[in-house]
């Protein structure tokens, strides 16, 4: 076992999806509306983290946001007969973010502010008490890091991030090109695939 500190992972993921026109129009207008409204919140969010820690956020350089493309899933869960979803996968690294500590604090204060931009895009979470059931917008929080939270507010990581295929799809098409791809090696005695 290598002794050896790496540093600790700071990528957030945020899913998002929709099923209902909102007032700009379409589930998918609605949510390439949403997309440079999220990339704003996130950088005036990080930049609120840098103005309470200054000394930390010297040699500025520029966030990445990897978007995976817009998909079309059937409903999980929730009334039957609702429309279909479409979702897409945002992952968030490097510049600035790098310099904010995963916290419990810091991903509320994220969290409040993908809250508004689906309220301006016609999501009223206090008058639907429908679980899974139609919206115009829906912006999940998937993961920070290794930051890990279980509050009536937010969990994280995401708790059914790896049991849906709306997630996981978009998810690993945002990732492609972050690193190294892995290559598949020949079949192997002893190991069933």
């Known amino acids: ?3 050896i500190n790496y540093p600790k992972p700071k990528t957030l993921a945020i899913g998002l999806g929709g099923n209902v026109p909102s007032h700009i129009g379409s589930p998918q207008k609605t949510l390439i509306t949403a997309r440079p409204l999220i990339e ?3 950088n005036n969010w990080i930049n609120e ?3 309470e820690n200054p000394k930390d956020f010297s040699n500025c350089s520029e966030i990445i946001f ?3 493309s817009l998909y079309k899933t059937k ?4 009334p039957k007969e609702q429309p279909n ?6 992952i968030v690294y490097g510049g600035n973010l790098s310099k904010v500590n995963p916290s419990y604090k810091a991903a509320k204060s994220l969290l409040k502010r993908f809250l508004s931009i689906e309220e301006d895009l016609d999501r009223d979470r206090k008058k639907t008490n429908v679980r899974w059931g139609p919206r115009s917008i829906d912006i999940d929080f998937l993961a920070w890091g290794d930051l890990q939270i279980k509050t009536s507010e937010l969990t994280l990581p995401h708790p059914y991030l790896i049991e849906r295929d709306f997630v996981i799809i978009p998810l690993a098409q945002a990732m492609k090109g972050m ?3 892995p290559v598949k090696i020949s079949p192997q005695k002893g190991w069933a695939e």
Do not use: Q, T
């Open 179 to 181: 690193s190294s791809k």
């Open 1 to 3: 076992m290598s002794s």
């Open 75 to 78: 409903p999980l869960g929730g």
């Open 66 to 68: 990897r978007w995976s």
């Open 85 to 90: 979803f479409v979702n897409s996968v945002l």
């Open 40 to 42: 704003k919140a996130i």
């Open 49 to 51: 983290c840098h103005s």
